[in-house]
Nanobody, 114 residues
């Protein structure tokens, strides 16, 4: 049974930082590219960062230089370090296989506001 559990979201002021975590189970984690997606109200879900099984990372232009994705295959975990957060980063964040996601977790909400 696939399970993805995201955590680490919260309310942060513009310019602040957050670190998101995702614990995965039920998937062949070490063989898959993993990604962080986000969905803001009224917008489509988008892939913002991904990391291959060879630890090569890719980022959407909107987060490049501010977000860092990492993974721990032994823990079946993927992380997203976010700095210099902007109000437009506010969204529900999800981890999943990239670029073809499967079952979604419940996500973790990030709100960037003063």
């Amino acid at each position: 049974q696939v399970q993805l559990v995201e955590s680490g979201g919260g309310l942060v002021q513009p310019g602040g930082s957050l670190r998101l975590s995702c614990a995965a189970s039920g998937i062949a984690f070490r063989f898959n590219t993993m990604g962080w997606y986000r969905q803001a109200p009224g917008k489509q879900r988008e892939l913002v960062a991904s990391i291959t099984n060879g630890f090569r990372a890719n980022y959407a232009d909107s987060v490049k230089g501010r977000f860092t994705i990492s993974r721990d295959n032994a823990k079946m975990a993927v992380y997203l370090q976010m700095i210099s957060l902007k109000p437009e980063d506010s969204a529900a964040y999800y981890c999943n296989i990239a670029p073809t996601p499967g079952v979604w977790g419940t996500g973790t909400l990030v709100t960037v506001s003063s």
